[in-house]
């Protein structure tokens, strides 16, 4: 595998080590061991409802990982995957002592289940900005509406908000969901610095959708408000090579505010095309 390229790479046998070791690092930072074995047990016995996703992905993980080693294989499952990519990125986070971090894994493991995703994309896109060398600060959510990110370089700022879509939202109503994202982000940005929402989507309901559609109601977002700069459209990706499993977050689409307050930081506005 070409070390060039750019992803998430996870070889099925050469990593097992390092993903168990990234995998236990986040989940002792993150639960209490009383909590992970009352909600383990509560699977094992059958009881899955209100189990939080984080928690049932964590069992679903331990278990395969413990059974490939019984068997000497390895395979990369979805719930691996998942566990696998997101310890990476809050290990990362914390090991650069990004403010904010720890308020956002408190929401990400909260006992508002609704909150995990969003939280999840965050940290992607936090991760995303600080391996391009940028600072990042996760914004302390307040009574007040605010955005979830500050990105700064060359004493330029930048706010952005993350939104992330039900995969499994109906087709027909994809497009106008999109919008009303924009519509709550938009009231997030402090006016102060230039605003960039990004919107985690799926790349089977952009297929499906009507770009012209999709570009329009973007556009009038856009024009409707100063306070965005730019939206970008991200989807996750997974490609498999040989032993190696590829896991990157793709641009979807990406739409520049030409009447914004303030203009996308150049120095950000190059990157947006490359979200791996």
């Not at 996703?53 to 679903?60: L, T």
């Given at each position: 595998m070409?070390?060039?390229?750019?992803g998430q790479y996870i070889n099925r046998v050469e990593d097992t080590s390092h993903i168990i070791n990234e995998i236990d690092s986040l989940l002792h930072?993150?639960?209490n061991k009383n909590r992970l074995k009352e909600e383990w047990q509560r699977i094992e016995k059958g009881d899955s409802k209100n189990i939080h996703?984080?928690?049932?992905?964590?069992?679903?993980a331990h278990k395969q990982i413990q059974s490939f080693i019984e068997k000497k294989v390895f395979a990369v499952t979805p719930e691996i995957l998942e566990l696998?990519?997101?310890?990476?990125?809050?290990?990362?986070?914390?090991?650069?002592?990004?403010?904010?971090?720890?308020s956002r894994l408190n929401t990400l493991i909260s006992q508002d289940l609704n909150k995990y995703y969003e939280s999840k994309y965050q940290l992607q896109v936090g991760e995303m900005l600080l391996n391009k060398g940028y600072k990042i600060n996760f914004i302390e959510e307040e009574i007040k509406q605010t955005p979830d990110i500050l990105v700064t370089q060359f004493n330029e700022s930048c706010e952005i908000e993350c939104k992330h879509k039900n995969p499994n939202e109906i087709s027909k109503d994809y497009v106008k969901s999109i919008y009303n994202s924009t519509q709550i982000a938009r009231k997030q940005f402090s006016k102060s610095y230039a605003g960039?929402?990004?919107?985690?989507?799926?790349?089977e309901q952009l297929k499906k959708c009507s770009l012209e559609d999709l570009k329009k109601v973007i556009d009038i977002a856009m024009k409707n408000s100063k306070s965005i700069s730019g939206v970008l459209l991200t989807f996750k990706s997974?490609?498999?090579?040989?032993d190696d499993f590829i896991y990157r977050h793709r641009v979807g689409g990406f739409f520049n505010n030409p009447?914004?307050?303030?203009?996308?930081?150049?120095?950000?506005?190059?990157?947006?095309i490359n979200v791996d």
């Open positions: 070409n070390a060039t390229q750019k930072n993150l639960l996703p984080f928690v049932m992905a964590a069992y679903k696998y990519e997101l310890a990476v990125k809050a290990n990362r986070l914390k090991k650069a002592n990004v403010k904010g971090l720890d960039l929402i990004t919107i985690d989507t799926s790349e997974i490609e498999e090579d040989q009447n914004a307050r303030y203009k996308i930081p150049e120095w950000l506005f190059k990157n947006l």
